[in-house]
């Protein structure tokens, strides 16, 4: 069985971030979300994944390289413009051949894994396994409507949802899901829709089979998932800090600090990941929030937050919270009464509060 991660889309609900940096990259507790879904695909004994890329490959290409530190060969698929998640399918072709394989979204977080549902795939003779949770907004996803527990009918972003039961960014097909796509055409969107293709099988006869899944899921296309997402992630940490903290330092709950990162007259309190050579002094810096390496953080406050590498936030007299500060971003105050702010600060931003 082989693997095929989509990380081609240009994220345009999280610019300006994306911008500059691929959304798959972005990272979560400190690492890129692309880095989760390679794990899980090793965890689930696949080794051979292919990640279809666009416009951003280079920059995907260098973070993830051949797969060998996941214990991955990985190949790169080019995907001109991303036309659709079917489309995507069909220019891997020349990769998946007639293999049965596992997509995963790139943007997408499953914390338990895909281990035992890539298992039950194995073991079957399905045509195809979806996955499904349960969402307040079904109009923002593929949604599947039910018969008797058989999938009745697909259909890609509902202006008005039938079941509130989402596609997750997990799906395991075998080679029939190529000639499916052959007989589909691109939808209003100007995309090859998999809920098309998908529904193509079952109108076959195709053996379609549903799983709603119990654990945490996120797509992380937009700020607050990805916040939420860092929340979870860091639900899970263990403290480990690699740098002598001087007395005027106090740590609360589990924290982890990288190498190099020199901190004095701060309170840390976890869940908290500090990456490292970072500079903090006088500040305050909160549960789940990850502060990326090279960060300057002096006479400030953070909470619930993540904190991009080679950013500096100094002298702010209000309390940063659930907010995603971009690379190399500067963040300092001028006199003024306070302020609650929230920010989405994109790279290479410079803010100055009055």
């Keep these: 069985m ?17 911008h500059t940096q691929a959304k798959q990259l972005l990272p979560v507790a400190n690492r890129p979300i692309l880095f989760y879904g390679l794990d899980a695909m090793a965890e689930a004994g696949i080794t051979d994944v292919g990640i279809v890329v666009g416009e951003t490959r280079e920059e995907i290409q260098e973070a993830v390289g051949d797969g060998s530190r996941f214990g991955l060969r990985v190949t790169y698929v080019h995907q001109e413009q991303p036309l659709g998640l079917a489309h995507a399918i069909k220019v891997a072709r020349p990769f998946l051949g ?10 997408n977080l499953i914390r338990d894994g895909i281990r035992l549902l890539v298992d039950e795939f194995r073991d079957d003779t399905a045509h195809c396994h979806i996955l499904l949770a349960k969402v307040k907004n079904p109009q923002d996803f593929g949604v599947a409507e039910l018969e008797g527990g058989r999938v009745k009918r697909l259909v890609e972003k509902p202006k008005e949802p039938q079941s509130d039961l ?31 293709a998908i529904q193509y099988l079952v109108e076959q006869g195709g053996e379609v089979r549903s799983k709603v899944i119990s654990g945490w899921w996120k797509d992380t296309g937009k700020l607050e998932d990805i916040l939420e997402a860092n929340r979870v992630i860091l639900s899970g940490l263990k403290g480990a800090v690699e740098v002598e903290l001087d007395s005027s330092v106090r740590v609360e709950g589990p924290v982890a600090v990288g190498e190099g990162t020199r901190i004095s007259n701060t309170l840390l309190r976890g869940p908290l990941v500090v990456g490292r050579n970072c500079v903090i002094e006088n500040s305050y810096i909160g549960p789940f929030t990850s502060v990326h390496s090279e960060v300057e953080i002096r006479n400030s406050e953070i909470e619930h937050s993540i904190i991009l590498e080679e950013s500096s936030i100094l002298d702010i007299g209000t309390r940063i919270e659930s907010s995603l500060v971009g690379r190399n971003s500067r ?22 509060i009055c």
């Design 2 to 18: 082989k693997g095929l991660i989509l990380s081609g889309g240009k994220g345009t609900r999280l610019r300006p971030i994306t």
């Design 98 to 107: 007639e293999d049965p394989f596992v997509m995963y979204l790139g943007d």
């Design 166 to 196: 989402a596609l997750v960014g997990v799906y395991m097909f075998n080679r029939d899901i190529h000639d499916a796509i052959e007989h589909i055409r691109p939808s209003w969107r100007n995309e090859l829709e998999i809920t098309d």
């Design 331 to 352: 963040m300092r105050t001028t006199p003024g009464p306070p302020k609650a702010i929230r920010f989405m600060v994109g790279d290479y931003s410079q803010i100055e």
